[in-house]
């Protein structure tokens, strides 16, 4: 059994800074998990305290039921990839492969049975008498991931393995990877910094911030319900859409204004919202919630915004229109982390909250024109300003 257990977890480097802080992930057996976070989250560091590379300050780590703590690498019985590869570049890639195998002294029949075995798998077979010089980034990368096959390990631990790639091969590596833990069901801990990766590849995903687990649940849930702003801006993209609003509440609807606008969404449908009648929360807009409202769904789209397009990315099978309005941005700390780890300065924008607007691709608006965009108000997400958490 290859169940992970990650139990109150935490990490303090010798200088007291905190790394880490009850981080608490249960792992079922065969089970593919992502930590996902922005850098210096924590999530390499948790890698590595599974694999026992970093000390455990405080909790329990247990691989297959057995308490690790203490247990010397090696003897984890895991296979690590890496983000750089780490072949031995005077090695064959049959040699690479078969190395850790030799040194566990397996029988030249055993190992020469594993690695042509694990070739195939990763169609590899033609390459193995290569040296990596002569290797693409991808085929590098299936090397690596040969290694850690061969060893059939109780887990896989993967730190970042496709971030050197250029964006094509990382969306083919992506699938390829996505298609050999389905073949090898092998329990598999993820740790990337790309969510688009994490949302296509995790049976589940662990967000982490600051050393805090924030969310783990299924790509899904976590896309339709994050648990708090930081969440729910992290995960998407482009991010979600953030703005401070005041909510009135009548018999049938809440009405949500923000500026010279207004929003209304069904009383019943969103009860909790109810208890905040008369205050100021922020309001959550997804890019794909609006809709260019000359393709909209009348019923869906029900409310409608008036806007003035900043700019329009035409991206082939999506546009997405920005656009500003005269309100004083979302400044929270966990909005401005995200905006930091996507290069953005939230001060630049002043007084004006930036949007953006995911529309039909057909959609022939321009740049300074003023337009009318429908928005599915069914798709609202709604946060207490003070706590940052979902008000649901």
């Known amino acids: 059994m290859g169940a992970i257990q990650i139990n109150s977890v935490g ?20 089970e593919f998990v992502v930590l996902v976070g922005p850098s210096g989250c924590g999530k390499t ?10 000390d455990i300050t405080e909790g329990e780590i247990s691989i297959g039921e057995k308490i690790v703590n203490e247990v010397a690498p090696k003897d984890r019985d895991i296979a690590m990839v890496f983000q750089n590869y780490a072949l031995y570049p005077h090695m064959s890639v049959y040699d690479n492969m078969a190395f850790s195998l030799k040194l566990r002294k397996l029988s030249k029949n055993e190992i020469d049975e594993k690695v042509k075995e694990a070739a195939k798998i990763l169609e590899i077979d033609e390459l193995l008498e290569r040296k990596p010089k002569a290797l693409s980034g991808g ?62 590849m995790g049976d589940r995903v662990a967000v982490i911030r600051k050393g805090e687990l924030q969310q783990i649940d ?23 859409n953030f703005v401070y609003a005041n909510v009135k509440v009548s018999s049938k609807n809440i009405t949500l204004k923000f500026g010279e606008d207004s929003i209304k969404c069904n009383a019943d449908e969103n009860k909790k919202l109810k208890e905040f ?55 929270t700390e966990a909005i401005e982390e995200i905006l930091a780890d996507e290069g953005e300065d939230i001060s630049v924008l002043g007084d004006q909250t930036k949007f953006i607007a995911r529309v039909n691709p057909n959609s022939v608006v321009k740049e300074g024109e003023k337009i009318t965009l429908a928005i599915d108000p069914s798709k609202l997400h709604y946060f207490d300003p003070n706590t940052g958490n979902a008000i649901v």
């Not at 990490?11 to 065969?30: C, F, H, M, Q, S």
């Not at 648990?227 to 979600?240: D, E």
């Open 11 to 30: 990490k303090i480097y010798p200088n007291g800074t905190r790394a880490l802080e009850d981080v608490n992930i249960e792992i079922n057996d065969g």
């Open 45 to 54: 560091t948790l890698l590595r305290m599974v694999a026992g590379l970093e």
């Open 139 to 200: 085929q590098r990368q299936r090397v690596a991931m040969g290694r850690a096959i061969v060893r059939n390990p109780e887990a896989f631990l993967m730190d970042e393995p496709l971030s050197n790639l250029d964006a094509k091969l990382r969306v083919q590596m992506r699938a390829e990877l996505g298609q050999l833990h389905t073949q090898l069901e092998t329990t598999t801990l993820y740790v990337t910094h790309d969510q688009v990766e994490a949302m296509t």
């Open 277 to 331: 009648d008369g205050e100021e929360i922020v309001l959550g807009i997804r890019p794909e919630a609006f809709e260019d409202s000359n393709y909209a769904n009348s019923k869906e789209f029900s409310e409608k915004l008036d806007i003035e397009v900043s700019l329009i990315e035409q991206l082939g099978s999506d546009s997405y229109i920005h656009f500003y309005k005269d309100i004083k941005p979302v400044q």
């Open 218 to 240: 299924t790509p899904r849930e976590i896309y339709l319900y994050p648990k708090n702003i930081f969440v729910a801006g992290f995960i998407g993209s482009p991010s979600m």
